[in-house]
């Protein structure tokens, strides 16, 4: 596999940064280029490092086994610290990933003194902890504090949703702003790599990180919020978390995977009285899904509002669609459950344990509805799992058992690959 | 508990650094100062930032529950991560420490422009083993490749022991030269801050770090070998792992917790045919020292260190053990100190599987015979007992005295100062 020297193009009011990725055995719908899309107002702040396309380039090369030629800059710091990423990978995901050798044209770090300090923003409960925890008021220590939020398109928002991203890109602006903080936007193809052949849930980590070095000139430090804390991580397995995501560090820009400390009920409760968080909160799973609130049944956005409900604070989060109103309805927890989530080995882990000790805490009496919940939750689960391939196949046609990121382009903007082809001089 | 600003003195060819330490709560035998002594002409690495005291500090402070005042210079990386680095001081060993408040007078990193590339170097399998990883013919990236080694007293050679200490590290300054690096001899009395208290098995990662920092004057790097790999670290509790050593790392030091990614056969067969490990090599716990024969060869490091190199066909080129195994019978030595407690059985059953077959039945007896002893002297033998045997010599250990990492004339001419 070949990571072809990082080049840049101008489009309208932006700055496209490409880099172009050879497969020596060429793969169907695999991209042939990765992109990263960034307004023009950052331009001073791009790197043309190869960092940015080697990390997710690594896990290409791993997954098809390709020994890895990198034609461009790679940080020294990085490229040492890649033959362990490249283990811890492979010991936790044995199956899906190979270490592979990887050739480096050009050692050389970045000649730069970049000063912001970033952190990827979603806009979820893991962001706006991380955020929360390192603004000034909270963070008495000046290089630490968060001064620029990065908002990935072509992540949680597919990059087909333009006016998804755009509606949302406002919103986070607007509240961003009032705590000083500069939310950047970027666009990219980079789950394109990884959509239909990995798991995303557990390779979103070198997206991240890959996304942040493209502004090495910006980030002194980036923050990757944790989604898992180290009681899942006992048992869970991912590639992003608290020992393997600072590998990706370069000699100027420091990767923190940050939270892992803090259990999700906990970032509930540190941001619940936080009004950027009680109006912008964004957790819902559908990647799909136009709209700009949470749809209030998916499991994700139950699990939310069971903590911030039990806390009282159910009314001051404005974005929940049908926000509980009674202990009854925490019922509804069981229409999405996965007891997967819930139930592991270690007896602290999965983020059953959590739940129940916070609601003990702060309002007992949905004991009992969450216990029906679970019950019912996991009776529907395996009623799910028992359904014959057949008939899931034919309830397809009626919009069930539809993965949406397997689309066509659900990761990908042709016309920003064509543009890359008519324009790239790699292309000549 | 209170971290006093550090100071540097020099006398009689060696530099010191030491800091005043003021505990509220202790109970028991506490030291005064915490120091670090090298030969003066390494005595530009040593500086009088505080973050080479406030690490081990921090763990007598979680211990008594006793906050801490750091009145001196501290590098603002080092203190971020502390608040994670207590976490997990806590999460991996529950039950010995408490979550304290740091307070720091001065955040600030060290103003100098450190270029050496360290690695601690006592001469066993995994610091060989990182050493050899990162000398100039193995290790592409320049700044990666090691230029000190250094030798601790005050950790696995206690100070009482100076006779072996000087013995070993004329034997290591005479390799380190041969592989074009430096050897620097630190001494250090930091053990006494958690002696008695913690053991040291489970918190060895803050000490060795310490150790670092110290060096931080001279060093942009500083590796620890891995004592563990990762699948041993995902089934016990270290405080010396990956995760937690990086979280030490300075604005101006990265410490690297180096070789968890191999077992410990792999790094033996890594540096089975290294002339240097084949002379050098000192992995014994008894310290008897004697002249060539520093491995006692029946200690369970010994034996474990020895099985595989055996296994690989390479005992005669080992040099320092005294009674090397000869015959594959001679694996049921294994027996005699056998530990079923760490994760390193299966892996020696591996290498021998690969590369000699036949000596899989005696590794299977020594096992079984290992296992019953175990339980039946370690385990399941009274208290009582054990007690009664020390009179004899033995469940005694080398360091029982509260002050066995002191050097009184040290804190002497600190106090004089």
Known sequence: MIIHQPE???????????????????QANFPKHLWYKIPELFSQHISLQSDAFVIPGLLAGMYYQEDIDVRGAVSPRLAYQLEEYQFLLNFRMPNMVTPVDIKYTQLQALQAKPEAVGTAFSGG????????????????????????????????????????????????QDALKQIDVELVSMETNLFSFIAPRMKLNLFYGPVLIGSAHVLGNLFQKFFVSSSNDYWQLKTWTSSSDPTSDPLLSTETMEIIHYGAATRRVEKIEAISNWKPAQENLRVCIPVDLEGMSNCSRCEKCVRTMIPIYALGKMEKFTTFDKPLRSDRESLWWARKFDPSKYFVKESSGGFIQE?????????????????????????????LKLIPKPVKKWLQRFGYFIDPLIQDHAFNDPEIDQFIESSSTSEQ | ?????????????????????EVN????????????????????FLTTQSDAFLVPGLLAGMYFGDDIEVRGAVSPMLAYHLEEYQFLLRFQCPNYLNHIEIDFERLEPIQSTCNAVGSTFSGGVDSLFTIWKHLKKNQAMPDHQVTHGVFIKGFDILPDEDQHYQFMVEKYKQAAAQIGIELIPLETNMVSIIHQRLPLTLFPGPIIAAAGHALAGGFRR??????????????????????????????????????????????VREISNWEIAQKLLWVCEKHKFEKDHWNCSRCEKCLRSMIPIYTLGKMGAFTTFKK????????????RKFSPQRGFIREIFSLAKEHKPCLLPWLGIAAALGFLRYWLVIRLLPGSIKTWLRRYGYFTARNEAPNAYEVPEINQYIRGK
Request: aromatic letters at 14%.
């Open chain 2, 324 to 335: 090397p195994l000869k015959s594959d019978r001679d694996l049921l030595w294994w027996a």
């Open chain 2, 25 to 44: 709560n202790k109970v028991g035998f506490f030291p005064e100062f915490i120091w670090y002594r090298v030969p003066e002409q390494y005595g530009s």
């Open chain 1, 125 to 172: 409960v893991d962001s706006f902890f991380t955020l929360w925890e390192n603004l000034p008021q909270n963070q008495p220590i000046p290089e630490y504090q968060i001064t620029h939020a990065l908002f990935i398109h072509g992540y949680d928002i597919l990059n087909k949703n333009q006016s998804k991203y755009q509606a949302y890109y406002s919103r986070f």
């Open chain 1, 8 to 26: 840049i193009l101008k489009r309208n009011d932006d700055i496209i940064v490409h880099a172009r990725i050879e497969l020596r055995q060429p």
């Open chain 1, 355 to 383: 739940t129940f000790d916070f609601i003990r805490k702060h309002k007992p009496t949905m004991i009992p509805w969450l216990r029906m919940a679970i019950l019912l939750g996991t009776i529907r689960h395996w009623s």
């Open chain 2, 222 to 267: 500083f590796f620890i070998p891995s004592s563990w790999d990762y699948q041993i670290l995902k089934n016990n509790s270290s405080t010396a792992n990956p995760l937690m050593d990086r979280l030490l790392s300075t604005d101006t030091l990265d410490i690297i917790h180096h070789g968890s990614t191999h077992r410990r056969v792999d790094k």
């Open chain 2, 1 to 21: 508990m209170i971290i006093h600003q550090p100071e540097l003195i020099s006398k009689n060819g060696y530099t010191t650094v030491f800091s005043r330490t």
